[in-house]
């Protein structure tokens, strides 16, 4: 089953709108915000790294707010960010630290220049998933930035995984949009459109987010596994 292609002209018209969480936002509760889908922050490299809530590399509070989307019956997702300390090592520790995820949420990689000693080796972003997809049998979506979107699509494509763009119109406060700014612009699985999102339940910035596909499409991600 192909996946990369999922997002199309017919799911422009079914869309879910969602949030995104990391570390930084510790103080999130689920029950508080209004949100189709939640996607949560919950590794880092391959255990290197301890600070603010990670503990080797993993946040500590990221498991409570996938249990309780799964209590709420809500669609989730778990993502690793990328440190470039080891293609294979970092596909490993993601895999065995969210194995009990697998085939019940979306995997996605978090693909950006901070904190990244790989940033400009496309080829590690190339080795990683391979390697996770290996382990798991799931093709996660790739997180990456407008800008930088054309460098990481063809490797996403070869591994038949949807791409997660953040573009912003500006830093403007704001709800969730129907359709945010520039997105005819691409084609891409879900669309990360403001890091100045405000919603009731939180007093604070939020992550925005489009997914281009209703519940069915989200959960063709989720269990999606490479053909043989």
Known sequence: MSVHGLCSKQYKEKTIHGIDISN???????DAVPF?????????????????????????GADARIQRCIVLGKPFGYMHYIRGVGAEAEARFFTVNTLGYVHRGLPCVDWEAADN????????????????IALTRVKPLVYVQRSAMSAVAGIAAAHDCGLWVAQYADDAPTGYQQHPWNEDAYGCAMRQYSSHGRLPGYAGDLDLNVFYGDRTAWNKYVLAAPSV
Do not use: C, H, M, S
Not at 36 to 60: H, S
Not at 117 to 132: C, H, I, K, P, S
């Open 36 to 60: 189709d889908f939640l996607v949560v922050q919950a590794t880092w490299g391959a255990g290197e790294f301890t600070g603010n809530g990670i503990v080797r590399g993993v946040w500590t």
């Open 117 to 132: 000693l790989a940033w400009n080796d496309v080829g590690y972003l190339d080795r990683f998933l391979g390697t996770y």
């Open 24 to 30: 930084w936002k510790a103080d999130f509760n689920p």
